[in-house]
């Protein structure tokens, strides 16, 4: 046996199996296998340049797959630690792309879904104006041009019955500008919580003895403002209603008003896997990595056992049930209200356009009926809701009658019950229509007197013979048929 050769045997065999390191072509090196080539003794390999384990391979994969955070917002928040060049790094698990209208930031610019929604945030080309007496179409005017259909005009937010010369059948509506029919009541000016019957107001708490400890709103008896709500420009805290500090306060896109002060709003605001925006800046997240047993979850790095149930109007808080911190925020179009570490919080609450609920092949953001499907996206009085979802789809200002039920076939089989009136029906075949009386009115008798009258529901066919409506074709042939049996018959 060579001395390189040798040495090896007895290193590996010292080592008790541990790989070793020999240099090529040089039968006098002789390294011990228990030994990395800078004289350590062989561990678990670690990203540093050497062979830790004496295998031969530096740096090995290997490194924990647990995810890390790479500083890069978006999509390229998550990664995955490698190795390069003996010093551990945190590779994304993917790379920009273009943005679209997703929610996400796609492109890794710290920005979520710039340029791809339309004026009113949403995933969707321009919207357009509808009668609801709102801004539909988010221009700064409500329902200017919104169509109704040929029966109908857009007035007071709804498609009403026009008027005829200044006049309205219906007594209880009011025939306004020369132009619309409005109900009395919605032309009444009513204080918050009143009822309105044929234009006139009432207090539904006129009546309503609540005792000493409750009090009426709505005709109903609550405890306090949390239940029973409070009037405009009054806010529900601690059960008594308070004037809103917001109430008079525009700030503009982008932002909301929390407790009277305008605050940048996080919808648009793209974070770093460990870290959370706040007011429209990321900050560092006390909570990244900590990872809280059920049902505890984590507040301010901390694992805290959840709340009971909460009163109306409270949410649990940092472990509490406190106040909800978005009771009265209004946050900007397409974003809801968060409530994140008893912040009130304005996040992106817009529908991807990728999204079909209802299967038709129109994604949600642009479909004019998302809930049923509408493939063809009818809309007969351009109002901007699908035929299949609008309950006044020729916009008259009538609801929509509901379609009628298909005639019940006979049970026998796919074949319709026998329709000539004279044949006995076979067993398991529906039963021949029962005579009905005729809605014509007298003198409009189509069949002669005495016929049989028989037909569906609003329609009426002559029985001859036995034979209900049948062609006069049938009765001639029928009769040549008897003279030519009654000859043969009569030699």
């Known amino acids: 046996m060579s001395p390189s050769r040798l040495c090896l045997l007895i290193a590996a065999l010292a080592s008790g199996g541990c790989g070793f390191i020999h240099e090529p072509d040089d039968d006098i090196a002789c390294l011990r296998a228990s030994q990395r080539t800078d004289g350590a003794a062989c561990g678990d390999e670690i990203c540093n340049g050497l062979d830790d384990d004496c295998d031969g391979v530096i740096d090995e994969p290997g490194a924990d797959p647990a995810a890390c955070a790479t500083g890069l917002p978006g999509r390229c928040a998550e990664g995955r630690a490698v190795c390069v060049a003996g010093a551990v790094e945190c590779a994304p698990l993917d790379q920009p792309s273009a943005e679209v209208c997703d929610r996400v930031d796609d492109d890794c610019d710290g920005l979520i879904d710039e340029g791809t929604r339309n004026a009113c945030g949403r995933c969707a080309p321009p919207p357009s104006e509808i009668c609801d007496g709102a801004d539909s179409d988010c221009d700064g005017e409500v329902d200017e041009g919104a169509p109704c259909g040929p029966s109908a005009v857009c007035a007071l937010g709804a498609c009403r019955v026009p008027c005829v010369v200044n006049e309205c059948a219906d007594p209880e509506a009011m025939c306004v500008e020369g132009a619309a029919c409005v109900p009395l009541c919605d032309l009444a000016d009513c204080p918050p919580g009143w009822g309105c019957a044929q234009g006139a107001c009432f207090d539904p708490c006129l009546d309503v003895d609540c005792g000493p400890d409750l009090f009426c709103a709505g005709g109903e008896c609550h405890a306090d403002c949390a239940t029973a709500g409070c009037p405009d420009g009054a806010l529900c805290r601690t059960g008594t209603c308070v004037a809103d500090p917001c109430l008079d306060v525009d700030c503009g896109p982008g932002a909301f008003c929390r407790a009277g002060a305008c605050v940048a709003s996080c919808a648009e605001v793209a974070c770093p896997l460990d870290a959370i925006c706040v007011d429209g800046e990321c900050r560092p997240d006390p909570c990244f990595g900590v990872a809280c047993p059920d049902p505890t979850a984590c507040v301010d790095g901390a694992c805290v056992e959840p709340c009971g149930p909460c009163a109306a109007g409270e949410v649990c808080v940092d472990g509490r049930c406190a106040a909800d911190p978005c009771g009265g925020v209004e946050c900007p179009l397409a974003e809801a209200c968060d409530p994140r570490d008893g912040l009130a919080q304005c996040v992106g609450d817009w529908t991807p356009a990728l999204t079909d609920d209802d299967g038709d092949g129109v994604p949600d953001g642009v479909d004019n009926c998302p809930d049923d499907p509408n493939a063809g996206q009818g809309d007969i009085d351009g109002d901007g809701v699908g035929d299949p979802c609008d309950s006044d789809a020729d916009g008259d200002g009538v609801p929509d009658e509901p379609e009628p039920e298909p005639p019940v076939l006979g049970d026998g089989g796919d074949q319709p019950p026998p329709s000539d009136g004279g044949v006995q029906p076979a067993p398991g075949d529906a039963d021949p229509p029962a005579p009905i009386p005729d809605a014509r009115p007298p003198g409009d008798d189509p069949c002669a007197p005495g016929v049989e009258k028989r037909g569906p529901v609003g329609g009426v066919s002559c ?29």
């Open 463 to 491: 029985a001859v013979g036995g034979v209900g409506g049948a062609p006069g074709w049938i009765l001639a042939l029928a009769l040549l048929g008897w003279r030519r049996r009654r000859r043969r018959e009569g030699g």
